[in-house]
């Protein structure tokens, strides 16, 4: 077997404008502290969603909004309807957000959770197949893909 071990929590946010070929530091240290393992969207209005994560205080039900690129961000709610979790993951579709799966150090979860209104508040949808550590890729005639899921059995 393997092990690995984590290493510290940043705060950090990158960009890079020539295809990753150089990444320049949009902050070092963002409004929603150090963290890893959230859930990040970009909405149509072209706002950048921070939400949940584990942070060194644990699992995170935040949501952090972004209008300049990730410069700096304000708090859009401080307890989202979602449990506290990490290992989530996020996609936009139409003019909604929804946030998927994730693990809240006792138990993961197949939940969906949609917000029509930049993540100020959620509601609960129909159990996805997803529970952790998973991509979703939007397909524009054929809705959601999800892949590399994980049930937590084993």
Do not use: Y
Not at 33 to 39: L, N
Not at 145 to 151: A, K, P, Y
């Amino acid at each position: 077997g393997s092990s690995w071990e984590v290493g510290e929590f940043m705060g950090d946010v990158w960009a890079s404008m020539d295809g990753g070929q150089t990444w320049t530091a949009r902050t070092l240290s963002a409004e929603w502290g150090a963290r890893a393992s959230m859930a990040v969207a970009v909405l149509p209005s072209g706002v950048l969603l921070v939400m949940g994560g584990l942070s060194s205080g644990g699992p995170q039900n935040d949501v952090w909004a972004s209008e300049n690129g990730g410069r700096s961000f304000q708090l859009v709610t401080a307890a989202a309807e979602w449990t506290q979790r990490f290992g989530h993951c996020a996609v936009v579709l139409g003019s909604k957000v929804l946030v998927m799966g994730g693990t809240d150090t006792q138990s993961v979860n197949g939940e969906t959770w949609s917000s029509s209104d930049g993540g100020a508040t959620f509601s609960l949808g129909q159990a996805a197949r997803t529970k952790d550590a998973s991509v979703v890729i939007e397909l524009d005639e054929e809705g959601l893909v999800l892949v590399g899921t994980c049930t937590g059995k084993g």
